[in-house]
């Protein structure tokens, strides 16, 4: 299901190429999106089109996120349209976190290169026990150690702080990230991330920065 989905946001991002060829590449330098550029592809795709808002959200998300469009975004410069018309320039805050974002992507990656190298090495055996002189059991106290300090929990947003341009943290996956409220709704609440895109999240997932 996962490699099916993977597929399908691939030929997501290659319509988004051939349609704003100005804007979006699979090869060479990445160009920094203009934020809000979701609203103005949803403007320009209609029933004809093979993709819909959904996948172009999704497909979005993992364009923003790869290393090429991540490299793109710590070299600084200015964002572009769908015309691949300067519209702003990248803050400090955004190249940033663009770089811990990358760091972060590229570090998880060696971790797994190494887990799935091991995986080719011949498996452990184990030597027999030693039945006539078994080992020492440690005493239950010394064995354990002291358990891990548990991960402080963050504080959620109160529903009179939804101000627009407050900072916060939006749960996305295993650990929140940064993000600056744009918007506030019933339930929801549209918020800015550091690479630019803007998503809605529910408020449940919003967290004080």
């Known amino acids: 299901m996962q490699n099916q989905e993977k597929t399908d946001l691939n030929k997501v991002i290659e319509f988004l190429t051939v349609k704003f060829p100005k804007s979006f590449s699979l090869k060479g330098d990445a160009k920094p ?4 550029i979701f609203n103005d592809i949803a403007e320009q795709i209609g029933e004809e089109d093979p993709v819909s808002k959904t996948q172009i959200r999704h497909a979005l998300r993992r364009y923003t996120n790869s290393w090429r469009y991540l490299e793109a975004v710590v070299k600084g410069g200015q964002r572009v349209d769908l015309e691949g018309d300067d519209v702003e320039a990248l803050t400090e805050e955004h190249v940033q976190h ?25 498996p452990y055996k184990k030597p027999a026990k030693n039945v006539a002189n078994p080992p020492k059991r440690k005493p239950k ?41 744009v918007e506030t709704s019933k339930n929801d609440v549209s918020v800015q991330l550091a690479s630019g895109m803007v998503m809605k999240v529910n408020k449940e997932n919003i967290f004080q920065a």
Request: hydrophobic content about 30%; proline content about 4%; cysteine-free.
């Open 33 to 36: 999106l203009k934020v809000g």
């Open 98 to 122: 663009a770089q811990e974002q990358l760091a972060q992507s590229k570090a998880k990656f060696q971790e797994k290169k190494k887990a799935n190298a091991g995986k080719d090495k011949k």
């Open 141 to 181: 106290s010394e064995s354990q150690g002291t358990k891990p300090t548990a991960e402080p929990q963050k504080e959620l947003v109160a529903n009179d702080d939804f101000t627009e341009g407050k900072q916060v943290q939006v749960k996305l996956g295993a650990s929140p990230v940064a993000a600056t409220i």
